[in-house]
C-alpha cells in the first residue's frame, strides 16, 4: 500500500494540532496571540498547497503505472527512473518515490537485473505545454512497448532554462561568408576545427584551405545546366568514396573527379538525393586527400537501412514524397523540406518536415503527425552524448533571428537537451555532415546580407 506522506494531509492529525496549539496561545499575552495565529495558518496554507501540487503529481503517476503493469503483469522487474525535465531534484524524487509506491501496490517488485523478467525505464521528460513521462518496458528479446503520459504544466512553469542546466551544448563555429548564396559546405579536413572546406554556390564550388588563420582559394569548379534554377534553390554537396564529392542539385547532378586537379561533370538526371549518408563512405577517401580521410573518421557508421533516398522536385524548393528503396510499407509519405532519422531498437524512426507544416514521424508501419512548433529544417546527428542521436530543428524567433536546438526523442516527443544557438537572419539550410557526427547551418544576416555557413556540433556538458 503507498504510505508517502506528501499527498494529502490526514485530518485528525490537522485537528489535534490547531487544538493543542490554540490551547498553548491562550496562555499568552494578546499580541503574542494574534502572531502566532497569523504564523500558524501561514503554515497551514503552505501545507495544502504542497498537498495540492502532489496530488496532481498523484494523479499521473497513477495513470502511468496502471498502463505500466497492464503491460507488465504482476511480477519482478528493474526499475530505472531518469529526470530529462526542468523539474527538480527533489520533484523528481517525490514523483520517483510515488510512481515505486504505486507500481509496488499493483503488484510489481523491483529487483536487481538478474532477477528479472523484464525491465521498466521511465523517462521524466516535456515540452513547451506539458510534462511528458515514458515507460519503455522490455520484457525479453523480443517484447519492446512503450507507456506514456502527459499534463499540463502550470502556467508559472516558463519553460526556460539557464544554459548550464542543459546536458548537452551545441557549439557554431564559423565557416564561411559571401555575398553569393550558399548552397552546402563540405568540411574536408579538420583538426581542433576545418582547415579544408568545399563551397557550394548557384554556379560554382570552390575549395579553400585555412592558412597563416586565413582562408585561400585553392581550386573553383564551374557548374554547368542547361535550365534555368529554379528561384527558391537547393542543393547539396556529398563526399564521395572513390572520388571527392558528388553535387546535387535540382534535375542534376554534378561529379568530381578523383585526381588533382580537379575536374567536374556535371550531367541532367531525375536520380533521387540522398537523405543521410553512411559514415563508412569517409573511410575510403581518394589517396589525393590522405589527411581528410585520416582526420575525419566518424564515431560509427550510420545503420546501413539509413542509405535512403528521395526525389527532389526540379521547379521547386522541396521533395516530392517519393522514396527510394522506402520506410517499410510507406514508399510515399507528403512533400517535405527535410528529413532526420533516429535509430531504435528494431527500427528507424523518420522525421520528416512536410511542406503543410507537422513534422510526420514513419516508423515502416505508422505514420503520426506532430506539431512541433519547428521551422522547415532538421537533421540527425550521431554523438558520444546522452542518449547517442539528437535531432538538430530550427525554429523562427522573430522576422530578424532564428535559432538551431538539439533534441532528444525518448519516444514520440521532442525533449530540448541543449540551449538554442541564435543566428541574425533567416537560416536557409541545415544538412548533416555526411560523417554524421555534425551539420552545416546557411543563414543570411539580416544587417550584412551575407550568406554565412556554420559548423554545427554537440558537445558532452560537464
Known amino acids: 500500500m503507498r504510505t508517502a506522506v506528501y499527498n494529502s494531509l490526514i485530518p485528525q492529525v490537522v485537528l489535534n494540532t490547531m487544538n493543542g496549539g490554540l490551547r498553548f496561545a491562550l496562555t499568552l499575552p494578546s499580541a503574542r496571540i494574534v502572531s502566532l ?11 495544502t498547497v504542497a498537498a495540492s501540487a502532489a496530488t496532481d503529481w498523484n494523479s499521473a503517476e497513477q495513470q502511468l503505472a496502471r498502463k505500466i503493469v497492464a503491460i507488465t503483469g504482476p511480477g519482478a522487474v528493474t526499475l530505472t527512473i531518469e529526470n530529462h525535465s526542468s523539474l527538480s531534484r527533489r520533484d523528481a524524487d517525490i514523483i520517483g518515490n510515488g510512481l515505486r509506491s504505486t507500481l509496488g501496490a499493483l503488484g510489481l517488485r523491483f529487483v536487481k537485473p538478474d532477477q528479472s523478467a523484464g525491465s521498466v525505464i521511465i523517462s521524466l521528460s516535456e515540452n513547451p505545454g506539458s510534462y511528458v513521462w515514458v515507460a519503455e518496458v522490455r520484457q525479453d528479446a523480443t517484447e519492446h512497448a512503450v507507456a506514456m503520459v502527459s499534463m499540463a504544466r502550470p502556467e508559472s512553469s516558463a519553460f526556460q ?9 551545441l557549439r557554431k563555429t564559423s565557416l564561411w561568408s559571401q555575398k553569393d548564396r550558399i548552397l552546402d559546405v563540405a568540411v574536408l579536413e579538420e583538426n581542433v576545427s576545418p582547415t579544408h572546406i568545399a563551397v557550394l554556390d548557384s554556379e560554382k564550388v570552390s575549395l579553400y584551405r585555412m592558412l597563416g588563420g586565413k582562408w585561400q582559394q585553392e581550386q573553383s569548379l564551374v557548374l554547368t545546366h542547361a535550365r534555368p534554377w529554379p528561384r527558391d534553390l537547393r542543393g547539396r554537396l556529398i563526399l564521395a568514396r572513390d572520388h571527392l564529392f558528388d553535387i546535387y542539385l535540382p534535375g542534376v547532378i554534378c561529379r568530381s573527379s578523383s585526381t588533382l586537379p580537379l575536374t567536374l561533370n556535371c550531367r541532367e538526371s531525375d536520380d533521387p538525393w540522398p537523405l543521410v549518408t553512411a559514415a563508412s563512405a569517409m573511410n575510403g ?3 589525393n586527400f590522405p589527411s581528410f580521410g585520416a582526420q575525419s573518421t566518424a564515431p560509427a557508421a550510420l545503420p546501413a537501412a539509413a542509405q535512403m533516398a528521395a526525389f527532389f522536385a526540379p521547379s521547386r524548393n522541396f521533395f516530392t514524397g ?3 528503396p522506402g520506410i517499410g510499407k510507406f514508399t510515399t509519405v507528403p512533400k517535405f523540406y527535410s528529413a532526420a532519422f533516429l535509430p531504435r531498437e528494431k527500427y528507424l524512426l523518420w522525421l520528416f518536415a512536410s511542406v503543410d507544416g507537422p513534422v510526420h514521424m514513419v516508423d515502416g508501419v505508422t505514420d503520426l503527425t506532430a506539431k512541433l512548433n519547428w521551422g522547415s529544417d532538421i537533421a540527425s546527428v550521431k554523438t558520444s552524448c546522452g542518449a547517442g542521436w539528437q535531432i538538430l530543428a530550427t525554429s523562427v524567433a522573430n522576422e530578424n533571428a532564428s535559432s538551431i536546438r538539439a533534441y532528444e526523442f525518448p519516444d514520440r516527443e521532442p525533449v530540448p537537451v541543449s540551449a538554442a544557438v541564435d543566428f541574425s537572419g533567416d537560416i536557409t539550410s541545415l544538412w548533416a555532415q555526411t560523417k554524421g557526427d555534425a551539420a552545416i547551418a546557411i543563414s543570411r544576416n539580416k544587417e550584412t546580407g551575407d550568406y554565412e555557413a556554420f559548423q554545427l556540433a554537440v558537445a558532452c556538458s560537464q
Open 161 to 169: 532554462h539557464d544554459a548550464s542546466s542543459f546536458p548537452l551544448t
Open 285 to 287: 577517401a581518394s589517396a
Open 322 to 324: 517519393a522514396l527510394a
Open 37 to 47: 495565529v497569523l504564523r500558524f495558518f501561514l503554515l497551514l496554507s503552505l501545507f
